[in-house]
């Protein structure tokens, strides 16, 4: 199931990336990556991902900014937000606009972005259920 997900990681810190993807793809996980915001807004206009982990501090764009962007594009789309630089009103911030979930760098371990990762997969199947079971009242 886990590889049926597809994850986008976006950070410019290339051996983040590097690390996530190496880590997250030796349990399975259908990973892409890109160093740059701007070109990973136009990474999810091309391309489905059901899973955004993003840095929040980058040039050019802040992961703010492709948090809104992801939540307005496709509404069931897990955002996951990262960063070094935590404060409450970022936190806050962030889950006002509709992240699923906050990672301080530098990481713990990789277990502890798995079970993120897995909680995200596990609201995603109940959402496609719950429209499963919509769509099944209406036709019935």
Same mark, same amino acid.
């Given at each position: 199931?886990?590889?049926?997900?597809?994850?986008?990681?976006?950070?410019?810190?290339?051996?983040?990336?590097?690390?996530?993807?190496?880590?997250?793809?030796?349990?399975?996980?259908?990973?892409?990556?890109?160093?740059?915001?701007?070109?990973?807004?136009?990474?999810? &206009?091309?391309? #489905?991902?059901?899973?955004? %982990?993003?840095? @929040?501090?980058?040039?050019?764009?802040?992961? +703010? *900014?492709?948090? !809104?962007?992801?939540?307005?594009?496709?509404?069931?789309?897990?955002?996951?937000?990262?960063?070094?630089?935590?404060?409450?009103?970022?936190?806050?911030?962030?889950?006002?606009?509709?992240?699923?979930?906050?990672?301080? &760098?530098?990481? #713990?371990?990789?277990?502890? %972005?798995?079970? @993120?990762?897995?909680?995200?997969?596990?609201? +995603? *199947?109940?959402? !496609?259920?719950?429209?499963?079971?919509?769509?099944?009242?209406?036709?019935?």
């Amino acid at each position: 199931m886990r590889e049926y997900y597809k994850i986008l990681i976006i950070d410019d810190e290339e051996e983040t990336l590097s690390a996530l993807q190496k880590n997250l793809v030796l349990e399975g996980f259908n990973v892409t990556t890109c160093n740059d915001s701007v070109k990973a807004i136009k990474m999810i &206009k091309d391309e #489905k991902f059901h899973i955004i %982990i993003t840095d @929040i501090v980058m040039p050019k764009m802040d992961g +703010l *900014e492709v948090l !809104k962007f992801a939540r307005s594009y496709d509404a069931l789309t897990q955002v996951i937000m990262m960063t070094v630089h935590s404060t409450m009103e970022l936190t806050i911030q962030s889950l006002e606009l509709g992240a699923n979930d906050y990672i301080l &760098k530098p990481f #713990k371990s990789i277990d502890y %972005i798995i079970e @993120i990762i897995n909680y995200s997969i596990e609201k +995603l *199947e109940r959402w !496609k259920q719950s429209i499963r079971d919509i769509v099944a009242r209406e036709v019935f």
